[in-house]
């Protein structure tokens, strides 16, 4: 399993970015796939994950940022519009096999991308 996160950067708040997660070395229909980002001091918390039976967005991102599949299914997308300086992030992609995702147990995921910073300043 092999997971690549890019699209991060340093923007201004109102900003917008897209993260991708190219993912390989799994059946997509049996893994959940997740978007977690950690800032400094702080611990990991889940942003988004979709799965075979559910797809959850974290409130405190919702309407903001939405989450996405290509159509070959090979990439994951984190699609952050509006973005504040509490995004400020390293933000991570995840998997697992699993039909239910979910975003209160990071560590409940067992592959992980490298990460990708993502920096909202003035």
């Known amino acids: 399993v092999q997971l690549v996160e890019s699209g991060g950067g340093v923007v201004q708040p109102g900003s917008s970015l897209r993260l991708s997660c190219v993912h390989s070395?799994?059946?997509?229909?049996?893994?959940?796939l997740g978007w977690f980002r950690q800032a400094p001091g702080k611990v990991r918390e889940g942003v988004s994950c979709?799965?075979?039976?559910?797809?959850i967005i974290a409130d405190s991102v919702k309407g903001r940022f939405t989450m996405s599949r290509d159509n070959a299914g090979s990439t994951v997308y984190l699609e952050m519009n509006n973005l504040k300086p509490e995004d400020t992030a390293v933000y991570y992609c995840?998997?697992?096999?699993?039909?239910?995702?979910?975003?209160?147990?990071?560590?409940?995921?067992?592959?992980w991308g490298q990460g990708t910073q993502v920096a909202v300043s003035s």
């Open positions: 995840a998997a697992d096999y699993s039909s239910f995702c979910n975003l209160q147990d990071p560590w409940g995921y067992e592959y």
């Open positions: 070395g799994f059946p997509l229909d049996s893994f959940a």
């Open positions: 979709i799965s075979r039976a559910v797809d």
